[in-house]
């Protein structure tokens, strides 16, 4: 699978569990609720849930002080090629956007702790006394993801606002990834994204950690006469 030189990148790129090495809002379950999370979890794998109805029934509500939150989220650690990829991007001028299901509260802290900065679309986290208040980013009741911010949604806005764009979505979730894997011209998979691809048929690049992505599209700049 290769990307052709000719036409404009847009990398976009999941969070929790790509661009991040923990997935911020399972951890915090685990960690705070883990009765509550396993009780729900079976729930949805019943298919009692939406995955934005299960995150509404596990954490909208949460107490937890922004104190104790920045202290969470400081044990976050983010991939090992995620400060690369951002500046790659920002070097060759190519889009990068973080799409997440998880929420945009979390996102702002963890740049600013962790000194990188990004552009992203997130479902919505607001503190009301020391509570969690949540709202979905971006729901798409076509797509059938059931996430807060379907991806499929996202790239295809972008497409149709850059239709030369060659769009490439970099996914670790079966449930969150999918749509958007899909929606994209090239996927690159790990975890439960990849076998989820792999069942359909669908062609992916697998990866490990970020520089892997990345050796590949620095592949992309050396020309075909060259090689
Ligand atoms: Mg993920
Ligand atoms: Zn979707």
Redesign the pocket.
């Known amino acids: 699978m290769a990307i052709p030189q000719h036409r404009p990148l847009a990398i976009f790129c999941d969070f929790d569990g790509t661009f991040s090495v923990q997935d911020v809002g399972s951890t915090l379950a685990q960690q705070l609720l883990p009765e509550k999370r396993a009780r729900l979890w079976s729930r949805f794998v019943d298919g009692e849930f939406t995955a934005w109805s299960y995150a509404m029934a596990l954490l909208d509500g949460l107490e937890l002080s922004e104190k104790r939150l920045d202290e969470f989220l400081e044990t976050i650690d983010l991939d090992p090629g995620a400060e690369t990829m951002v500046e790659w991007c920002e070097a060759e001028e190519v889009p990068f956007r973080i799409l997440s299901d998880g929420f945009d509260w979390n996102l702002e802290r963890l740049q600013t702790m962790n000194n990188v900065q990004f552009e992203y679309n997130a479902n919505h986290l607001d503190y009301e006394g020391d509570r969690w208040r949540l709202a979905p980013g971006r729901p798409?009741e076509a797509?059938?993801?059931g996430?807060g911010s379907?991806?499929?949604?996202l790239i295809s806005s972008y497409r149709a606002e850059n239709p030369d764009a060659f769009c490439i979505h970099i996914g670790n979730g079966r449930v969150s990834d999918l749509?958007?894997a899909l929606e994209a011209d090239l996927a690159f998979a790990k975890d439960t994204l990849a076998p989820a691809l792999e069942e359909l048929g669908e062609e992916f690049v697998p990866f490990d950690t970020l520089h892997d992505v990345l050796d590949f599209l620095r592949a992309r700049e050396v020309p075909d006469s060259a090689r």
């Open positions: 798409n797509c059938g993801c996430t379907c991806k499929r949604g749509c958007g």
